[in-house]
Nanobody, 124 residues
Framework: VQLQASGGGLVQAGGSLRLSCAAS????????IGWFRQAPGKEREFVAAITWSSGRTYYADSVKDRFTISRDNAKNTVYLQMDSLKPEDTAVYLCAAVYGSVWSPRSAGSYGYWGQGTQVTVSS
């Protein structure tokens, strides 16, 4: 599966952005999708994930109640709605995919496919 992340940009603190992760190739509806982010000089950090079967969602504590992950299998797209953005949310956001039901949503090593990332910058 090939992944294309988009929707990043520059926004003021308190603002919103919606990221999209469009998939092509292998059957998208059987993939679990995760969003991660990486700021300069920092390790890659889990943000949110969603399963393909039940739509169960997972969130990092730092974004819970501010970010919402959703998917539209008909459009082969996963979305990350980001509200109440903070300067510390500034990072490159990447989407990733993994097939199957045995996975660790919060572990980057669980994912076999990665998109190229989209930059999110939140000004104070």
């Amino acid at each position: 599966v090939q992944l294309q992340a988009s929707g990043g940009g520059l926004v003021q603190a308190g603002g919103s952005l919606r990221l999209s992760c469009a998939a092509s190739g292998r059957t998208f509806s059987s993939t679990n999708i995760g969003w991660f982010r990486q700021a300069p000089g920092k390790e890659r950090e889990f943000v949110a994930a969603i399963t393909w079967s039940s739509g169960r969602t997972y969130y990092a504590d730092s974004v819970k109640d501010r970010f919402t992950i959703s998917r539209d299998n008909a459009k082969n797209t996963v979305y990350l709605q980001m509200d109440s953005l903070k300067p510390e949310d500034t990072a490159v956001y990447l989407c990733a995919a993994v097939y199957g039901s045995v996975w660790s949503p919060r572990s980057a090593g669980s994912y076999g496919y990665w998109g190229q990332g989209t930059q999110v910058t939140v000004s104070s």
